[in-house]
């Protein structure tokens, strides 16, 4: 297939006609789209088949990454690259008139998570792909994705998200794999043969329909597979009144969570994430029996992730399957299960963490409960042969407590492996968030640092710095993303340093291009791009950036010999719709922005702009067009970051506290290539530990702070005068949690260390050189490498074969 543009294009004339009912020239890019679409996905089929069969005959061990969360983004140009086809298709497209990106523009993104976690998930899939690893991905097929953001007058404004409008190419029905899902009713035991047998009674079913997406490794004939549930009514529903099961069924798979850090809904998440487990698991063990080996070596052949602790019910899930499906013993089914099952841990955020009430839990899943106690009641046991008499410890420990179910001492106690996703955050892992499980389980604690594809996030989003690189280091960088170091050799090659600077005033002409086509305001591509594009969240202090802005616009109206190289600030960011406080700061940096562009002497300093609705596509064309890379969250909290690294690979240097895996880039690109302030993780712990420090006297003394925390409540942006109170308040009267005030000083010496710097022409594109040059080590491929060898022991399809 594909051998010429030819046959290509012979191939796509007939299959738009076939499939549209129209002639070639009438059909729309869309009817071009879905036909483009559709020969890829049979294209890929073949590697899919085989990939598939050679997993069941080798009887090769297999990951499955269980998370809630896959944000995909597009896939077309993604899998065009990785099939090894995108010129020939490229090149054809050219000669039949039709441009692929306009094309590519009609695919909607798959947003079926909200940040970090769910866009590492999609990265890992890619990387499992691209080593020819074992690896599946195992997930929800949400009809809204997260939600569309639509900026009004300066507020957010959420609209749902239709992803499936017009169906999705690459998604595969599996009625026949369809799984049906007990909730509700009770338990009942009889015995049977000298053995307890448990009966689930008066169930409410629903029924779990399979999508699958082809995951397609980078040139390497790998497809694995990523399966998405769709919750539909059972054909046997015992509801009466049909149309609320209907209702209530749909409701299980019909809308993302849009929130990372609170639980909301509790009934229907609590349902999305069982729903999830049982229905991956009864597929797991569907195609494990395909290979006609005993379950007592599942753990030999099949490994469980648990991406954070939202389907950690995989633990109990698989225990009663073991035991009330195959008849196993409580001990075995308990070996097998946890050498199964291995956890990540995201956050130290503790709202991050997840409770349940019991009495939620219980009457929802009454059989899981059941196991779940008794998984408390053993560990409680051995706590107290360990510690005994010590109450307060084992309380503290404990899975159940309080009249909750603690889902991440499920994880941890289930579990044969517990990793951090940054070395700090495995530090603070094990020495402040949970060294009493550090102290009983030390050999499960570990760290994977976080990564980032680097085919997505640089070979696709950025083709002439990858063109740029190949033509000085060979492609060898794309198999092996270490070799990038490689670069390092051009460090005082200033012709190189120089194509460097023209790659990136080329993607800053494009980004310049689309974010006046959609705002209508005009940039200046050669002043430095400063840009903070992430989740809104406290910790994450967009708040520092922007307070830092208006600082800068008070030096320019108070100092009329106060001059800049001029800046281009950039903020992109979705906050959960009930986050109050998130949504105030979006509102405020929407009205600094106007108040800054505005204004004729202050912007030809500085400009503001709020990117709406930040999402995968979009982020594509923020990297490769950033100077700066702000990752400033208060130390400690952020538990890696992963945007840090992205900007890193398309040559921003980080601006950045020292948190999360700012530290190792900074351990990687040295003191003078990074830009680091503020408090570390250690103060910040210290501190909080002592009850905080006295914000308000760094508002009484600092007359920069007094000033820019004034204008927010005094009129000074003709808002509503209390418009802002909120954040005033969160910064004086409630103390500022995050340490805002206390980091601003240290803030605004190390933004005028980048504008000093960014004079340095040759020094700059130097540093942003051993930026990409270091970036290696976050590819997902080194996560992903370490993950199969330390904690799923996979080996690659190739070594199989
Ligand atoms: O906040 C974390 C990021 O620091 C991290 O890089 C990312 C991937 O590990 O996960 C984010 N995260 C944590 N998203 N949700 C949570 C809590 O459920």
Redesign the pocket.
Known sequence: MFSSNEQFKQEFIDRVERMSGKSFADSSERDQYQALGNMVREFASQNWISTNEQYRYSGTKQVYYLSIEFLLGRLLKHNLLNLGIEKIVEESFTELGISLDAIEELEADAALG????GR?AACFLDSLASLGLPGHGCGIRYKHGLFEQKIVNGYQVELPEHWLRNGHVWEVRKLDHAVEIPFWGHIESTMENGRLVFHHVNAERITAVPYDMPVVGYKNKTVNTLRLWNAEPSAYPIHKDILKYKRETESVSEFLYPD??HDEGKILRLKQQYFLVSASIRSIVRSYRKQHISLQHFHEHVSIHIN?THPVLAIPELLRFLIDEEGYGWDEAWEITTKTISYTN??T?SE?LERWPIRIFQPLLPRIYLIVEEINRRFCNELWERYPGDWKRIENMAIIANEEVKMAHLALVGSHSVNG?AQIHTEILKQREMPLFYEVFPNKFNNKT?GITHRRWLLKSNPQLASLISEAISDEWIAKPEKLELLMEYQDDSLFLEQLSKVKERNKHKLVETITAKTGIALDPTSIFDIQVKRLHAYKRQLLNVLHIMHLYNRIKEDSSFSITPRTFIFGAKASPGYYFAKKVIKLINTVAKKVNEDSEVSKYIRVIFLENYRVSLAEEIFPAADVSEQISTASK?????GNMKFMMNGAITLGTMD??NVEIFERVGNENIFTFGLSADDVLRLQKQGGYRAMEYYQHDRRIRKVLDQLVNGFFSEEQNEFEAIFDSLVAHNDQYFVLRDFSSYVDVQSKVNEAYRNQNEWWKKSLVNIAKSGHFSSDRTIQQYANEIWRIRSNSNVL
Do not use: F
């Not at 909200?114 to 976690?117: A, D, V």
């Open positions: 909200n940040g970090g976690l590492l990372d850090t954070d995201h956050t955020l991050a996703v976080n952020e538990a890696s970051g992963t999360g895996a």
